[in-house]
Structure formats: C-alpha cells, structure tokens
C-alpha cells in the first residue's frame, strides 16, 4: 500500500507492525530472485526487436524525428547493457597547480598527458626559471 506506514497497514488489516515488516521482508526477497534469474541478452535482444518495429513503424509515418531518436535511445541503452562501447571522455587541460591536478583526479578520468614542448597549440611558453636570470658580479 502506497504512502502508508507499516503501522497505518497493521492497523488496516488489524494485524501486528511486526507482520507487515515480515511480509515486506519476504516480497524483497522474492523480488531478489528475479533479479538472479534476468537474461540480459534476452533483455537486449527485446530491446532489438522493439526498436525495429517502432523505428519501421515511425518511417511509414514519416516521422523521422521520432526514427531518430529510436535508434538513438536504442544505442544508448545497448551501451548501458554492455553490448555497444561507449566513446571516452577527453579532456584537454594545462595544470598548473595541485589544485587543479586533484580536481581532474577527482573526475576519474583516464588523461593523456601532453609533455611540455610538444607542440601543443594550447600550451602556454615556459615559465623561466628565475635563479637563472640572476647574475652575480
């Protein structure tokens, strides 16, 4: 029962709290069963064969909008599934301090580092280093 407490069910159906939680307890493991027992390419393969018939339908009423978006979720949701590689995430970023070396760990990515002086046409020239413009007499 929706929006009902444990105790506001005992009371409907004038039984022990403790009742309501045994049975709920139970209904979750039921549900945990089922999830043991998804064919996930069966579930793909459901996935397939709906989008198909969507997508032929969306054509013959010359939706293509709708045809796109079809084919689009359809991608989306294979990928989600593990059957379609999703494209990585690139970032291109000049660090400069700690600070910003921790906020791109934090985004878990994988980074390719472009060492200094290769030729990058966002990098920005090198700081000289002042202990070498320091002449001494």
Same mark, same amino acid.
């Given at each position: !029962?929706?929006?009902?407490?444990?105790?506001?069910?005992? =009371?409907?159906?004038?039984?022990?709290?403790?009742?309501?939680?045994?049975?709920?307890?139970?209904?979750?493991?039921? #549900?945990?069963?089922?999830?043991?027992? *998804?064919?996930?390419?069966?579930?793909?393969?459901?996935? *397939?064969?709906? #989008?198909?018939?969507?997508?032929?339908?969306?054509?013959?009423?010359?939706?293509?909008?709708?045809?796109?978006? $079809?084919?689009?979720?359809?991608?989306?949701?294979? =990928?989600?599934?593990?059957?379609?590689?999703?494209?990585?995430? =690139?970032?291109?970023? =000049?660090?400069?301090?700690?600070?910003?070396?921790?906020?791109? #760990? !934090?985004?878990?990515?994988?980074?390719?580092? $472009?060492?200094?002086?290769?030729?990058?046409?966002?990098?920005?020239?090198?700081?000289?280093?002042?202990?070498?413009? *320091?002449?001494?007499?």
């Amino acid at each position: !029962m929706e929006g009902y407490t444990q105790e506001e069910i005992a =009371q409907i159906f004038k039984i022990h709290r403790l009742t309501i939680i045994r049975d709920e307890k139970a209904n979750r493991k039921d #549900a945990a069963k089922l999830v043991d027992e *998804i064919d996930v390419k069966s579930i793909a393969g459901d996935l *397939i064969i709906s #989008a198909s018939h969507l997508y032929a339908k969306a054509l013959r009423e010359k939706d293509y909008g709708l045809a796109w978006k $079809i084919k689009r979720d359809l991608i989306s949701d294979l =990928q989600s599934l593990g059957y379609l590689p999703r494209s990585p995430e =690139q970032y291109n970023v =000049q660090i400069g301090t700690f600070a910003d070396l921790v906020q791109l #760990a !934090m985004k878990k990515v994988d980074a390719e580092v $472009i060492e200094p002086g290769a030729n990058n046409e966002n990098e920005l020239p090198p700081v000289p280093d002042s202990r070498n413009d *320091i002449q001494t007499n």
